[in-house]
Protein backbone atom coordinates (compact mmCIF):
# COMPACT_ATOMS: atom_id res chain seq x y z
CA UNK A 1 0.00 0.00 0.00
CA UNK A 2 1.85 2.80 -0.99
CA UNK A 3 0.17 6.76 -1.31
CA UNK A 4 1.16 9.63 -3.64
CA UNK A 5 4.44 10.94 -2.90
CA UNK A 6 4.98 14.45 -2.55
CA UNK A 7 7.96 16.47 -1.97
CA UNK A 8 10.76 15.81 0.90
CA UNK A 9 9.74 19.39 2.64
CA UNK A 10 6.49 18.89 3.77
CA UNK A 11 8.20 15.38 5.54
CA UNK A 12 11.24 17.78 7.14
CA UNK A 13 8.26 20.62 8.26
CA UNK A 14 6.75 17.56 10.14
CA UNK A 15 9.11 16.83 12.05
CA UNK A 16 10.43 20.37 12.86
CA UNK A 17 6.96 20.92 14.29
CA UNK A 18 6.81 17.63 15.78
CA UNK A 19 10.37 15.91 16.56
CA UNK A 20 10.88 11.99 16.78
CA UNK A 21 10.64 9.58 18.12
CA UNK A 22 10.35 11.46 21.48
CA UNK A 23 9.71 15.07 21.48
CA UNK A 24 12.01 16.00 24.97
CA UNK A 25 15.40 15.35 26.02
CA UNK A 26 14.26 14.47 29.55
CA UNK A 27 13.09 11.38 28.51
CA UNK A 28 14.14 7.80 28.80
CA UNK A 29 16.72 6.55 25.69
CA UNK A 30 15.19 4.05 23.62
CA UNK A 31 16.61 0.29 24.25
CA UNK A 32 15.37 -1.67 21.48
CA UNK A 33 17.94 -1.32 18.84
CA UNK A 34 20.57 -1.85 21.34
CA UNK A 35 18.78 -5.12 22.56
CA UNK A 36 18.11 -6.26 18.94
CA UNK A 37 22.03 -5.78 18.33
CA UNK A 38 23.13 -7.85 21.02
CA UNK A 39 21.69 -11.15 18.67
CA UNK A 40 23.56 -10.13 15.56
CA UNK A 41 27.19 -8.72 16.37
CA UNK A 42 28.83 -9.78 19.35
CA UNK A 43 31.15 -7.28 20.00
CA UNK A 44 31.21 -3.05 19.11
CA UNK A 45 33.72 -2.39 20.58
CA UNK A 46 36.29 -0.18 19.03
CA UNK A 47 33.74 0.47 15.95
CA UNK A 48 32.20 3.34 14.13
CA UNK A 49 28.58 3.52 13.96
CA UNK A 50 26.45 5.47 11.86
CA UNK A 51 22.15 5.77 12.77
CA UNK A 52 20.67 7.16 9.85
CA UNK A 53 17.70 9.24 10.51
CA UNK A 54 18.32 9.42 14.07
CA UNK A 55 15.30 11.80 14.85
CA UNK A 56 15.77 13.23 18.33
CA UNK A 57 18.78 10.37 19.13
CA UNK A 58 16.53 8.28 21.71
CA UNK A 59 17.53 4.97 20.31
CA UNK A 60 21.26 6.18 19.32
CA UNK A 61 22.14 6.89 22.89
CA UNK A 62 20.53 3.76 24.23
CA UNK A 63 22.99 2.10 21.98
CA UNK A 64 25.76 4.81 23.20
CA UNK A 65 25.20 4.43 26.86
CA UNK A 66 25.37 0.12 26.07
CA UNK A 67 28.36 0.38 24.30
CA UNK A 68 30.65 3.29 25.79
CA UNK A 69 33.94 1.80 23.56
CA UNK A 70 32.08 2.51 20.19
CA UNK A 71 32.16 5.46 18.06
CA UNK A 72 28.77 6.88 17.04
CA UNK A 73 27.39 9.47 14.33
CA UNK A 74 23.90 10.43 14.11
CA UNK A 75 23.12 12.16 11.03
CA UNK A 76 19.26 14.02 10.42
CA UNK A 77 17.97 16.32 8.33
CA UNK A 78 15.52 18.19 11.35
CA UNK A 79 17.60 20.46 13.00
CA UNK A 80 14.73 20.63 16.05
CA UNK A 81 15.53 16.80 16.38
CA UNK A 82 19.06 17.18 16.21
CA UNK A 83 19.00 19.92 19.00
CA UNK A 84 16.70 17.23 21.21
CA UNK A 85 19.56 14.38 20.31
CA UNK A 86 22.65 16.63 21.27
CA UNK A 87 20.46 17.75 24.78
CA UNK A 88 19.27 13.86 25.67
CA UNK A 89 23.24 12.95 25.04
CA UNK A 90 24.39 15.73 27.12
CA UNK A 91 22.18 14.83 30.01
CA UNK A 92 23.00 10.87 29.84
CA UNK A 93 26.81 11.88 29.89
CA UNK A 94 27.85 10.18 26.24
CA UNK A 95 30.55 11.25 24.92
CA UNK A 96 30.98 8.97 22.19
CA UNK A 97 28.37 10.57 19.68
CA UNK A 98 28.74 13.08 17.26
CA UNK A 99 25.61 14.83 15.30
CA UNK A 100 25.07 16.55 12.03
CA UNK A 101 23.00 17.47 9.92
CA UNK A 102 22.62 15.61 6.52
CA UNK A 103 19.74 13.93 4.54
CA UNK A 104 19.72 10.69 3.32
CA UNK A 105 20.45 10.08 -0.14
CA UNK A 106 21.94 13.90 -0.73
CA UNK A 107 25.68 14.73 -0.45
CA UNK A 108 27.94 11.83 0.92
CA UNK A 109 29.46 12.03 4.49
CA UNK A 110 33.04 11.32 3.35
CA UNK A 111 33.66 8.19 5.41
CA UNK A 112 32.56 4.67 5.54
CA UNK A 113 31.47 3.16 8.88
CA UNK A 114 31.38 -0.55 10.31
CA UNK A 115 27.65 -0.67 11.18
CA UNK A 116 24.84 1.43 10.05
CA UNK A 117 21.42 1.44 11.39
CA UNK A 118 18.39 2.91 10.22
CA UNK A 119 15.06 2.35 11.93
CA UNK A 120 11.23 3.38 10.66
CA UNK A 121 13.30 5.94 7.64
CA UNK A 122 13.47 3.87 4.12
CA UNK A 123 10.09 3.52 4.06
CA UNK A 124 9.50 7.51 4.97
CA UNK A 125 11.62 8.66 2.16
CA UNK A 126 10.89 10.10 -1.59
CA UNK A 127 13.02 7.46 -3.22
CA UNK A 128 13.69 4.68 -0.79
CA UNK A 129 15.98 2.45 -3.64
CA UNK A 130 18.26 5.82 -3.27
CA UNK A 131 18.18 5.82 0.58
CA UNK A 132 18.89 2.22 0.77
CA UNK A 133 21.90 2.94 -1.63
CA UNK A 134 23.17 5.90 0.11
CA UNK A 135 23.58 3.53 3.14
CA UNK A 136 25.50 1.39 1.48
CA UNK A 137 28.07 3.55 0.16
CA UNK A 138 28.43 4.24 3.29
CA UNK A 139 29.59 0.76 4.42
CA UNK A 140 32.84 -0.67 5.02
CA UNK A 141 33.39 -3.90 3.10
CA UNK A 142 32.83 -5.55 5.97
CA UNK A 143 30.04 -3.78 7.29
CA UNK A 144 27.09 -4.68 8.02
CA UNK A 145 23.40 -2.73 8.24
CA UNK A 146 20.41 -2.97 10.20
CA UNK A 147 17.11 -1.25 9.07
CA UNK A 148 13.77 -1.68 10.13
CA UNK A 149 10.53 -1.48 7.91
CA UNK A 150 6.68 -1.16 8.17
CA UNK A 151 5.03 -4.47 6.78
CA UNK A 152 1.74 -4.55 4.77
CA UNK A 153 -0.26 -7.12 6.46
CA UNK A 154 -0.28 -6.05 10.15
CA UNK A 155 -0.31 -2.20 8.93
CA UNK A 156 -3.09 -2.47 7.11
CA UNK A 157 -5.86 -0.99 9.17
CA UNK A 158 -3.43 1.49 10.32
CA UNK A 159 -2.46 2.76 6.64
CA UNK A 160 -6.28 3.03 5.57
CA UNK A 161 -6.86 4.94 8.74
CA UNK A 162 -4.12 7.38 7.64
CA UNK A 163 -5.19 7.04 3.90
CA UNK A 164 -8.65 8.72 5.39
CA UNK A 165 -7.02 11.44 7.44
CA UNK A 166 -5.06 12.23 4.28
CA UNK A 167 -8.28 12.77 2.12
CA UNK A 168 -9.98 15.12 4.96
CA UNK A 169 -6.70 17.10 5.05
CA UNK A 170 -6.46 17.50 1.26
CA UNK A 171 -10.10 18.13 1.05
CA UNK A 172 -10.47 20.70 3.94
CA UNK A 173 -11.78 24.52 3.78
CA UNK A 174 -9.14 25.01 7.03
CA UNK A 175 -6.08 23.63 8.70
CA UNK A 176 -7.96 20.66 10.98
CA UNK A 177 -4.63 18.91 11.63
CA UNK A 178 -4.37 19.49 15.34
CA UNK A 179 -7.81 18.18 15.83
CA UNK A 180 -8.74 15.70 12.95
CA UNK A 181 -6.89 12.64 14.77
CA UNK A 182 -8.96 13.04 17.75
CA UNK A 183 -12.15 14.08 15.72
CA UNK A 184 -11.80 10.19 14.60
CA UNK A 185 -10.55 9.04 17.89
CA UNK A 186 -7.01 7.74 16.21
CA UNK A 187 -3.92 6.71 18.29
CA UNK A 188 -1.26 4.62 17.88
CA UNK A 189 -1.90 1.80 20.61
CA UNK A 190 1.42 0.91 22.52
CA UNK A 191 1.97 -2.86 21.51
CA UNK A 192 1.44 -2.12 17.63
CA UNK A 193 5.16 -2.80 17.17
CA UNK A 194 4.73 -5.68 19.94
CA UNK A 195 7.12 -3.53 22.00
CA UNK A 196 6.41 -0.52 25.20
CA UNK A 197 10.32 0.27 24.52
CA UNK A 198 8.90 3.35 22.01
CA UNK A 199 6.40 5.03 24.77
CA UNK A 200 8.98 5.09 27.96
CA UNK A 201 7.70 8.05 28.13
CA UNK A 202 4.25 8.34 27.47
CA UNK A 203 3.22 12.35 27.99
CA UNK A 204 0.70 14.00 25.73
CA UNK A 205 3.40 15.46 23.26
CA UNK A 206 4.74 11.77 22.96
CA UNK A 207 1.60 9.96 22.10
CA UNK A 208 1.01 13.45 19.67
CA UNK A 209 4.43 12.93 18.22
CA UNK A 210 3.66 9.30 17.63
CA UNK A 211 0.13 9.66 16.10
CA UNK A 212 1.08 12.52 13.78
CA UNK A 213 4.00 9.87 12.60
CA UNK A 214 1.20 7.21 11.96
CA UNK A 215 -1.41 9.03 10.48
CA UNK A 216 -0.39 12.67 9.16
CA UNK A 217 3.23 12.00 7.79
CA UNK A 218 3.05 12.78 4.05
CA UNK A 219 5.22 9.58 2.70
CA UNK A 220 4.27 6.10 3.98
CA UNK A 221 5.79 2.43 2.03
CA UNK A 222 5.17 -0.75 3.84
CA UNK A 223 6.97 -3.53 2.30
CA UNK A 224 6.86 -7.42 2.41
CA UNK A 225 10.19 -8.93 3.61
CA UNK A 226 11.56 -9.69 -0.01
CA UNK A 227 10.34 -6.07 -1.30
CA UNK A 228 12.58 -4.85 1.35
CA UNK A 229 15.89 -6.90 0.59
CA UNK A 230 15.75 -6.38 -2.85
CA UNK A 231 16.73 -2.30 -2.06
CA UNK A 232 20.19 -4.24 -0.79
CA UNK A 233 20.57 -6.63 -4.00
CA UNK A 234 23.13 -4.30 -5.85
CA UNK A 235 25.50 -3.32 -2.49
CA UNK A 236 25.56 -6.66 -0.02
CA UNK A 237 25.54 -10.22 -0.96
CA UNK A 238 22.97 -11.25 1.83
CA UNK A 239 20.17 -10.13 3.55
CA UNK A 240 18.16 -12.05 6.57
CA UNK A 241 14.92 -11.19 8.37
CA UNK A 242 16.39 -10.40 11.62
CA UNK A 243 13.61 -9.67 14.12
CA UNK A 244 9.39 -9.84 13.52
CA UNK A 245 7.10 -7.60 14.79
CA UNK A 246 3.47 -7.67 15.49
CA UNK A 247 0.73 -5.68 17.63
CA UNK A 248 1.26 -7.24 20.97
CA UNK A 249 4.19 -9.25 20.44
CA UNK A 250 7.98 -9.54 18.61
CA UNK A 251 10.80 -12.52 17.77
CA UNK A 252 13.32 -12.84 16.02
CA UNK A 253 14.11 -15.77 13.07
CA UNK A 254 16.61 -18.80 13.29
CA UNK A 255 15.41 -20.03 9.74
CA UNK A 256 18.09 -22.59 10.67
CA UNK A 257 16.25 -24.00 13.25
CA UNK A 258 12.44 -23.13 14.34
CA UNK A 259 12.16 -25.63 17.37
CA UNK A 260 12.47 -22.27 19.44
CA UNK A 261 15.92 -23.08 21.08
CA UNK A 262 17.18 -19.91 21.64
CA UNK A 263 15.14 -17.56 23.94
CA UNK A 264 13.06 -14.93 21.92
CA UNK A 265 13.21 -17.22 18.34
CA UNK A 266 9.64 -17.49 16.70
CA UNK A 267 9.20 -21.43 16.61
CA UNK A 268 7.19 -23.78 14.42
CA UNK A 269 5.21 -24.72 17.68
CA UNK A 270 4.78 -21.15 18.32
CA UNK A 271 3.17 -20.59 14.63
CA UNK A 272 1.06 -23.51 14.42
CA UNK A 273 -0.72 -25.61 17.57
CA UNK A 274 -1.52 -28.47 15.37
CA UNK A 275 1.21 -31.44 14.61
CA UNK A 276 0.05 -31.70 11.57
CA UNK A 277 0.78 -28.30 9.87
CA UNK A 278 3.86 -28.31 12.13
CA UNK A 279 5.14 -31.31 10.03
CA UNK A 280 4.13 -29.41 6.81
CA UNK A 281 5.59 -26.41 7.69
CA UNK A 282 9.19 -28.27 8.70
CA UNK A 283 8.93 -29.33 4.68
CA UNK A 284 8.78 -26.24 3.71
CA UNK A 285 12.19 -24.90 1.88
CA UNK A 286 13.22 -21.95 4.18
CA UNK A 287 11.58 -19.32 1.98
CA UNK A 288 8.49 -21.20 2.17
CA UNK A 289 8.59 -20.60 5.82
CA UNK A 290 9.21 -17.09 5.85
CA UNK A 291 6.20 -16.42 3.45
CA UNK A 292 4.40 -18.87 5.93
CA UNK A 293 5.56 -16.72 8.74
CA UNK A 294 4.14 -13.20 7.10
CA UNK A 295 1.05 -14.94 6.35
CA UNK A 296 0.82 -16.14 10.18
CA UNK A 297 1.91 -13.62 11.90
CA UNK A 298 0.73 -10.71 9.99
CA UNK A 299 3.74 -8.43 10.95
CA UNK A 300 3.25 -4.55 11.70
CA UNK A 301 7.15 -4.32 11.56
CA UNK A 302 10.39 -6.69 10.57
CA UNK A 303 14.36 -6.01 10.65
CA UNK A 304 16.74 -6.60 7.74
CA UNK A 305 20.15 -7.32 8.62
CA UNK A 306 22.53 -6.89 5.34
CA UNK A 307 25.90 -7.07 4.29
CA UNK A 308 28.51 -8.54 2.42
CA UNK A 309 30.76 -11.81 2.50
CA UNK A 310 33.30 -10.13 4.69
CA UNK A 311 30.25 -8.70 7.17
CA UNK A 312 29.85 -12.62 7.86
CA UNK A 313 32.88 -12.89 10.07
CA UNK A 314 31.59 -10.29 12.46
CA UNK A 315 28.01 -11.55 12.81
CA UNK A 316 26.82 -14.32 14.99
CA UNK A 317 26.10 -17.54 14.51
CA UNK A 318 22.79 -17.22 13.89
CA UNK A 319 22.84 -14.59 11.45
CA UNK A 320 25.29 -16.83 9.85
CA UNK A 321 22.65 -19.70 9.80
CA UNK A 322 20.33 -17.33 8.59
CA UNK A 323 22.35 -15.85 5.49
CA UNK A 324 23.14 -19.53 4.74
CA UNK A 325 19.58 -20.96 4.94
CA UNK A 326 17.32 -18.04 3.82
CA UNK A 327 19.75 -15.11 1.87
CA UNK A 328 16.57 -13.24 0.41
CA UNK A 329 19.18 -11.85 -2.54
CA UNK A 330 20.17 -15.58 -3.56
CA UNK A 331 17.44 -17.18 -6.24
CA UNK A 332 15.15 -18.66 -4.87
CA UNK A 333 14.29 -22.50 -5.30
CA UNK A 334 11.91 -23.54 -7.74
CA UNK A 335 8.63 -25.13 -6.18
CA UNK A 336 9.49 -28.61 -7.95
CA UNK A 337 12.78 -28.64 -7.14
CA UNK A 338 11.98 -28.16 -3.22
CA UNK A 339 10.00 -31.17 -3.11
Not at 221 to 236: D, H, K, L, P, T
Not at 260 to 279: C, N, Q, V, Y
Not at 287 to 311: C, I, M, N, W
Not at 329 to 337: G, V
Request: glycine fraction near 10%.
Amino acid sequence: MRSEQPRGADVRALYEEFPYPLPVADSDPIYDVAMGLDLVMADLDGLEVLDAGCGTGHRLIGLACQYPETRFLGVDFSEHSLSVARGLAERNGCDNVEFRHAEIGGELLGRQFDLITSTGVIHHLENPAGGAEWLQRHLKPEGIAYTWYYHPYGEFDRLLSRDLVQLLLRDSEDDISGTVLGDLGLTLSVEQYGTRTSFSDVSQATRLAADVDAYIHPIVNAYRFQEAAEFFRVGSDWAIVHGVNWDGGSGSVDAGDWTGGEFGTISAAGLFESPRLRAVFDRMDAYAQLDAVELKLRPTGFTLVSGGVAGLERVTDRIRRNADSANLLRPKPRQEDAR
